[in-house]
């Protein structure tokens, strides 16, 4: 099975900051990846499918890449609704996700 | 919209078995497979694995193969997950997700939190 290990695990930013996630796969995925947004105590939301493409009505800060084994979500500049949790996501035969990366108030 | 409605909160012995519902509404419901995720309190989501809501095919992920049974009803718009055996590590909330084109699951149920304790 795909194995993903997202880095890092926790992150402390302020509103404003550039943000970069990690997530990289134990083989390649080609570009199988999603990346869920999580708050506590809802259900994960839908930000990026297919490593790069953005779901309707993401805002466009918002931006996912990479392909193969490494992969990357980025946040332009950090919102208030965006201190949460972010997992990444092989979409593919066995739907693996991520550990998690919990985006804090620094 | 998309909507999927799950069943409410359960609370269980260790040993019994529970089934989760998780109707859905506004979509053509047989053109999307369904999935079941698990998370477990503090941990990350896991795939039990998921169903042809048309014609009842289901793949289960290994770790949940023989304890968790997928079934399907196209005249209701209605899927179920039935878990035996369980156990206190069992304890999580349950999610039903939409699958649709190039296999993303783009849209979740509210999550059943099903509690496990004697």
């Known amino acids: 099975d795909v194995q993903l290990t997202q880095t890092p695990s926790t992150l402390s930013a302020s509103v404003g900051d550039r943000v970069t996630i990690t997530c990289r796969a134990s083989?390649?995925?080609?570009?199988?990846l999603a990346w869920y947004q999580q708050r506590p105590g809802k259900a994960p939301k839908l930000l990026i499918s297919?490593?790069?493409i953005l779901e309707s009505g993401v805002p466009s800060r918002f931006r996912g890449s990479g392909s193969g084994t490494e992969f990357t979500l980025t946040i332009s500049s950090l919102q208030p609704d965006d201190f949460a949790t972010y997992y990444c996501?092989?979409?593919?035969?066995?739907?693996?996700f991520g550990q998690g990366t919990k985006v804090e108030v620094k | 919209q998309v909507q999927l409605v799950q069943s409410g909160a359960e609370m269980k012995k260790p040993g019994a078995s529970v089934k989760v519902s998780c109707k859905a509404s506004?979509?053509?419901?047989?053109?999307?497979?369904m999935h079941w995720v698990r998370q477990a309190p503090g941990q990350r989501p896991e795939w039990m694995g998921w169903?042809?809501?048309?014609?009842?095919?289901?793949k289960y992920a290994p770790m949940f193969q023989g304890r968790v049974t997928f079934t399907t009803d196209p005249s209701a718009g209605v899927v179920y997950l039935e878990h035996s055996g369980l156990t206190s590590e069992d304890t999580a909330v349950f999610y039903c997700?939409?699958?649709?084109?190039?296999?993303?699951?783009?849209?979740w149920g509210q999550g059943t939190l099903v509690t496990v304790s004697s």
């Open positions: 997700v939409r699958m649709r084109g190039s296999y993303v699951l783009d849209s």
């Open positions: 506004g979509y053509t419901f047989t053109s999307y497979g």
């Open positions: 169903i042809n809501t048309g014609k009842g095919n289901t």
């Open positions: 083989q390649s995925i080609n570009t199988w």
């Open positions: 297919e490593a790069s």
């Open positions: 996501h092989n979409h593919n035969d066995y739907w693996t």
